[in-house]
């Protein structure tokens, strides 16, 4: 299931804010630091005619960014608990919610609340306090002008998005529907999730499911776990957010946001997906972690 899911990065680790290892910026090493809760508060801009362009998961998108190390209650000197600033101004472009940033941006950009508005559209900022579990674990983080955060460092982000380029064309649909609601944790990006599935090929003209390619309910198989957000097709990404433990819906996923142009063979060579397909999956979300 892992290898069938698997989705190949568009773009090289050349970001400051990516979650990609390499290179001599990364050392691990251990000890612990008090930890803040994950915090994002979102500032809606003041939007023009027509309304700004929102980001979903899949979406190459362009931010400008200031970075702080966070410090606690007894070293902070103001209340914003903002330390060593080691990024000024700086601006990168990453596709959002493919794993290519640091899980806590990704997740800021895509779920942040204000009111009723759920994710950043152009212009808006996002002021991010992120535990070092959401940024760079427990690793050192050179940003390569001779600043360094220390291992297991909390960070703050403040991030204003700039601008967003769609990554499927208009044609792309998802369907979601829900069978069961859940009542337990959510499925939220950058989480690991636990789930039952089953795939079929789907025609979206007579609304026919076509042959089963797999299942996590065969013989021999057993639940699927991943992180949300990484190393699963988009319609999965988006498809699956929002679901809470207990829960099952049935996503019917157009070929952009699933295997697109390419076939999808199994380990004998036969293949099971032919390019360009529909899927249905109907899913089960049984863990958060």
């Known amino acids: 299931m892992k290898s069938m899911f698997q989705v190949i990065a568009s773009l090289a680790c050349a970001l400051a804010l990516t979650a990609c290892g390499g290179g001599n910026d990364k050392k691990t090493v251990a000890p612990a630091a008090p930890q803040p809760a994950y915090e994002a508060v979102l500032a809606e801009a003041k939007y023009t005619v027509p309304p700004q362009l929102k980001a979903e998961a899949g979406d190459l998108v362009t931010i400008s960014y200031d970075a702080w190390v966070w410090v606690s209650d007894a070293d902070a000197k103001i209340a914003t608990h903002t330390g060593l600033r080691f990024e000024t101004a700086s601006v990168r472009s990453f596709v959002v919610g493919t794993g290519n940033a640091l899980v806590g941006l990704d997740q800021g950009i895509l779920t942040a609340k204000a009111g009723n508005t759920v994710g950043m559209k152009v212009g808006d900022t ?3 306090v992120l535990p070092s579990s959401l940024a760079y674990g427990a690793t ?28 499927a064309p208009s044609t792309a649909t998802l369907t979601q529907t829900d ?9 939220v990006y950058g989480k690991v999730l636990t789930v039952d ?6 025609d979206p003209k007579t609304g026919i499911r076509g042959a089963k390619f797999d299942s996590s309910l065969d ?16 319609g999965w990404t988006r498809g699956v957010a929002g679901m809470k433990v207990g829960g099952k819906r049935t996503l019917i996923v157009s070929p952009e946001l699933g295997y697109g142009s390419t076939d999808q063979k199994d380990s004998t060579g036969v293949v099971t997906i032919p390019a360009g397909s529909t899927l249905l999956f109907d899913i089960e979300l049984k863990a958060v972690k």
Request: hydrophobic fraction near 45%; glycine fraction near 12%.
């Open 126 to 128: 996002v002021h991010l």
């Open 140 to 167: 050192i983080y050179d940003n390569g002008k001779g600043v360094t955060v220390p291992a297991n460092t909390p960070v703050i982000l403040d991030v204003t998005l700039l601008a967003v380029t769609k990554a």
């Open 179 to 187: 069978t069961v609601i859940g009542t337990g944790a959510e499925a």
């Open 197 to 202: 599935y089953t795939g079929w090929l789907y």
């Open 219 to 234: 013989t021999g198989k057993k639940p699927f776990d991943f992180s949300l957000g990484q190393g699963v097709i988009l």
